[in-house]
């Protein structure tokens, strides 16, 4: 009897924060018409983007450094043209985002006179360089903060001026899960991921007034070049963690990302083990939905104590292979 009661309640209490969720959401936005900006849209998760984008109806501009995989890249996402107008274009920005800031400033100012002011801006250039933190060279370090980080610092410097002048716009930075947890190997990566988090909360409480929302994204593994490339000097250690939360496709993470960028909310998670890791590391993140914000106050400790589950599998991987290659070694020597 209790027992029902306590279900109807519960019922109930899920029903009126469904009810409420609108409230403190953020308006969806229209694809359809929009000028999609996807930096790294010449490959893996970028480009998979910037298709979803076009076959809803989106003008997209690509930027990232080589000029020919972004041609090539335009000529495959322009066969999801949905509008025979010749309105919805697609076009590209060849141009190293990390480096001269005024170039890059100027470039995507060029591109808005193209196809209009920017509405929905997605952060996705990035790069991994795995390897024990004794054995990156420095220069490293510094690499992924500049590619991953200060990438998303122009590219987002130079649009959001407009955005908050037209009272409208979207933000996404593509971080990682390696971007909530500090995992082996990922010394240089995880703490430029990281950044992209700090900058996201401190510049969503600033322009939450102009109607600009952000989102940020915490991929797993994703089959994509990048991760191909990434594969050839990752540690073993690395590997197993990172197998974990599984191997998504390119296509399945931009779907994610995109609804979750069309519907303002902050995070985006895919995978049970990413939904599990934002509510864990929710913080003092901005809250874009009632229901969500539930979540996170119920699961939070739960998920802890099922950390240290992980946490604890993840110490015996790096202590197995350390014995194992321990044990190697000594057999070479013998030989
Ligand atoms: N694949 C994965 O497992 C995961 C990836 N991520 C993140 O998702 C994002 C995309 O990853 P993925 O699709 O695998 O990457 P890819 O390596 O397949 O593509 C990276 C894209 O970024 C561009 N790019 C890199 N550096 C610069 C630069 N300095 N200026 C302009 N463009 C640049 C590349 O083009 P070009 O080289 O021509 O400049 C390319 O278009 C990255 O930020 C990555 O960290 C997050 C979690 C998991
Ligand atoms: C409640 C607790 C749940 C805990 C779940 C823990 C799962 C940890 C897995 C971490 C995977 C990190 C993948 C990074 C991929 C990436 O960014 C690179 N491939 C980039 O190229």
């Not at 399945?252 to 599990?276: H, K, P």
Request: glycine share 8%; proline share 3%.
């Amino acid at each position: 009897m209790w027992g029902w009661i306590a279900l109807a309640v519960f019922i109930v209490f899920i029903i009126v924060l469904y009810l409420l969720s609108p409230l403190i959401s953020p308006p969806q936005i229209n694809l359809k018409d929009a000028h999609v900006l996807i930096t790294g849209g010449s490959s893996g998760i970028g480009k998979a983007l910037a298709i979803q984008a076009v076959q809803q109806g989106s003008k997209v501009t690509l930027l990232a450094r080589d000029k020919l995989k972004l041609e090539e890249a335009k000529k495959e996402i322009q066969k999801y043209v949905i509008e025979d107008d010749c309105e919805q274009r697609v076009q590209t920005v060849s141009v190293d985002l990390s480096g001269d800031y005024q170039l890059v400033e100027s470039l995507l100012h060029n591109a808005e006179s193209s196809l209009g002011g920017v509405d929905i801006l997605i952060n996705c250039a990035g790069t991994s360089s795995p390897g024990r933190f004794d054995e990156l060279p420095v220069s490293e370090f510094r690499k992924m903060m500049e590619i991953n980080y200060i990438s998303a610092v122009h590219a987002t410097r130079a649009l959001l001026p407009g955005m908050k002048e037209r009272g409208r716009g979207r933000i996404v930075f593509v971080s990682s899960q390696a971007g909530q947890l500090g995992l082996f190997g990922f010394s240089a990566y995880s703490a430029s991921k990281f950044a992209l988090r700090g900058l996201a909360e401190a510049l969503q409480m600033e322009v939450k007034p102009y109607n600009v929302y952000l989102t940020l994204a915490f991929p797993a593994d994703t089959n994509t070049p990048g991760f191909q490339e990434e594969q050839k000097s990752k540690p073993l250690e690395t590997k197993l963690i990172s197998e974990t939360s599984g191997l998504f496709s390119a296509e399945n993470v931009a779907s994610i990302i995109l609804a979750d960028t069309v519907r303002g909310r902050f995070f985006s998670s895919m995978g049970l083990d990413g939904i599990m890791l934002s509510c864990l590391t929710c913080g003092f993140s901005p809250v874009t939905s009632l229901m969500e914000a539930t979540q996170q106050v119920v699961t939070m400790g739960i998920f802890r104590i099922i950390s240290l589950f992980y946490l604890d599998h993840f110490d015996r991987i790096v202590r197995r292979c350390k014995l194992d290659r321990e044990t190697r070694n000594s057999e070479k020597k013998k030989i």
